[in-house]
Each structure stands twice: as structure tokens, then as C-alpha cells.
């Protein structure tokens, strides 16, 4: 059974950086991609960033490019999202995520979810 669980959220001022993990387990093979999502209230949950099982990466919010990046500790099983000069827009619940083998900007096509973590930019 594949679980996945975020972690590394909070209040931070603008302009500040945070490191939002990923931590999965239950995976019979390594043949999958993580990606990140985040949902604003009243928004629709949107992609984010995606790493696929080849440490291919891909930008799904074009806001973020330039300021967010991706990465894979593959001994911890982890993904990592990294965050700098957070603005106040950048505020919601980020979420990882699984499908097989490759990204996807759908959010529909990613079958496991983790509950979630709160990311809050604010002065």
C-alpha cells in the first residue's frame, strides 16, 4: 500500500524560503513520479512541480519558475519541494502526489494523495 506524507510547512514572512519533504513508502518498484500540488481556498488544486522516475522535472505554475525547485533523495525515499521568495499569493495547502513513471499536470491522473500541508505567507 503506497503512502505518501508532507511535511515542512508554516508561517513564513515574504520573500522568506521553505522546504516542504515528501516521504513515500510502499512502492513495489522505483518506476514512479512525485509531484506537487497546491489548493488556495476557493481555488482549484493546481500542479506544481513534478520529478518523474528518471529525475526528469517539470514546471506546471509558471509562477513559480525561477523560485521553487524539485528534488530526490532516492536512499530516503524522499521528494523535496524548495521554496524561495515566497510571496503572499504562494499561500495554501501543498500536496504530494504519485502516478507511474512520468509527470502530468493533470490532477486526476495521479491515483495517491498525501493529506496535505499548510503553507501560510504573510508579514
Known amino acids: 500500500q503506497v503512502q505518501l506524507v508532507e511535511s515542512g510547512g508554516g508561517l513564513v514572512q515574504p520573500g522568506g524560503s521553505l522546504r516542504l519533504s515528501c516521504a513515500a513508502s510502499?512502492?513495489?518498484?522505483?518506476?514512479?513520479?512525485i509531484g506537487w500540488f497546491r489548493q488556495a481556498p476557493g481555488k482549484e488544486r493546481e500542479g506544481v512541480l513534478c520529478?518523474?522516475?528518471?529525475?526528469?522535472?517539470?514546471y506546471y505554475a509558471d509562477s513559480v519558475k525561477g523560485r521553487f525547485t524539485i528534488s530526490r533523495d532516492k536512499g530516503k525515499n524522499t521528494v523535496y519541494l524548495q521554496m524561495n521568495s515566497l510571496k503572499p499569493e504562494d499561500t495554501a495547502v501543498y500536496y504530494c502526489?504519485?502516478?507511474?513513471?512520468?509527470?502530468?499536470?493533470?490532477?486526476?491522473?495521479?491515483?495517491?494523495w498525501g493529506q496535505g500541508t499548510q503553507v501560510t505567507v504573510s508579514s
Open positions: 502526489a504519485t502516478r507511474d513513471y512520468y509527470c502530468s499536470g493533470y490532477v486526476q491522473s495521479y491515483r495517491t
Open positions: 520529478i518523474s522516475n528518471t529525475d526528469r522535472y517539470t
Open positions: 510502499g512502492f513495489t518498484s522505483d518506476y514512479y513520479a
